[in-house]
């Protein structure tokens, strides 16, 4: 099958298959955050030679345009189509506020999405959240990673309450700590570049690329032997083979033409959530939300049946940081949905 040209196809039909409406939000359809640039985020490079293993990435073409055009049938390109968030924030606490906590959220949920499936990662990011209001952040005990892992490991049970545990509590706390700090790692050296792209995107910048370890495995980038849990596991891009895989993304999504449901050019941050759920049963992605406004949405829903407290009040909540207590959950803060897999693992 010539997917290009399927591809092409749907994107010139402006009735394709779209996310369903969302039912909590006052905001039902799926839209685009307005007035954002839409660019590339700007990444340090090494300016060495490419490597064997990128040197590759260009024959995972086919392979990556049947997951988009897989995605693409479920409607999730507009994943990152999260102004009916946006507008909530803004009901809630009024444009300036509104805004602003939107962009702390999309921080945190950047912060906190190492090894973590999409709803988990809602819920720990709404909990540092709280954290950051209560001034209960380690500030003046935690300087680096190292610190990280010995604080969480000396306050278990403490400081992270049960249903908010993953494989990357330290990077967590230790990325959380460096945005409450004001630190903007963007094009720094070592900086995390799926993160840097991440955060971008989830406040509309469509022009930004998240490739996190399953878009990875699509790239034919190998799996690792983790002796700690005794598997095989995917890895995230190599620092240096990240720009190449995110450059023939940005040119296949380009060569992909106008998309006629938007009248602008098919946009990178739409390619790379169509290709992520497109390949979900090949790369094992385990977050089938149709879009992140739709994880939000039942993480909030869970917590109402799960409460009988009502969903509105429970969104009304989330955007004021405060967490809502579920049994097993130890003091103030508790998860907003199920426990996270120890061995589930999403960026």
Same mark, same amino acid.
């Given at each position: ?145 190292? @610190? &990280? ?7 278990? !049970?403490? =400081?992270? *309450? ?5 494989? %990357? +509590? $330290? ?87 106008? @998309? &006629? ?7 990178? !941050?739409? =390619?790379? *959530? ?5 390949? %979900? +049963? $090949? ?65």
């Amino acid at each position: 099958m010539d997917y290009a040209k399927a591809i092409r196809e749907l994107l010139s039909n402006p009735g394709r298959p779209t996310a369903p409406p969302l039912t909590l939000f006052d905001m039902r359809e799926l839209a685009p955050v307005p007035g954002v640039v839409q660019q590339p985020v700007p990444a340090y490079t090494s300016g060495r030679p490419m490597t064997e293993l990128a040197s590759t990435f260009e024959s995972r073409k086919p392979i990556i345009l049947r997951d988009v055009h897989n995605g693409l049938l479920s409607g999730a390109d507009q994943w990152y189509y999260n102004e009916p968030i946006r507008q909530q924030f803004i009901s809630e606490l009024g444009d300036e506020a509104g805004n602003a906590r939107f962009k702390q959220w999309a921080n945190l949920m950047g912060a906190n999405s190492n090894s973590a499936p999409v709803r988990p990662n809602v819920r720990k990011a709404s909990l540092y959240m709280n954290y950051m209001d209560e001034g209960k952040l380690p500030l003046d005990v935690v300087h680096s990673y190292k @610190d &990280a892992v010995a604080f969480i490991r000396n306050n278990k !049970g403490i =400081f992270l *309450p049960e249903g908010y545990g993953s494989v %990357a +509590q $330290a990077t967590d706390l230790n990325m959380t700590l460096d945005y409450a700090r004001g630190l903007d790692r963007i094009g720094e050296r070592g900086a995390p570049l799926k993160i840097q792209n991440f955060i971008p995107s989830i406040e509309g910048n469509l022009g930004a690329w998240t490739g996190d370890r399953h878009v990875a495995y699509r790239f034919g980038v190998p799996k690792a032997y983790n002796r700690r849990e005794d598997k095989w596991v995917k890895q995230v891009f190599p620092y240096t083979a990240y720009p190449r895989a995110e450059q023939l993304s940005r040119q296949w999504a380009a060569e992909l033409g106008i @998309d &006629a449901r938007t009248g602008r050019p098919f946009q990178t !941050g739409q =390619f790379q *959530p169509a290709q992520w759920i497109g390949g %979900a +049963q $090949a790369t094992g992605v385990k977050s089938l939300d149709p879009s992140l406004a739709h994880a939000v949405e039942q993480v909030i829903l869970d917590a109402a049946l799960r409460t009988g407290d009502p969903a509105k009040k429970l969104l009304k909540d989330w955007i004021n940081g405060r967490i809502v207590a579920v049994p097993g959950a130890i003091g103030a803060g508790a998860a907003m949905s199920g426990d996270t897999p120890a061995g589930e693992e999403q960026y």
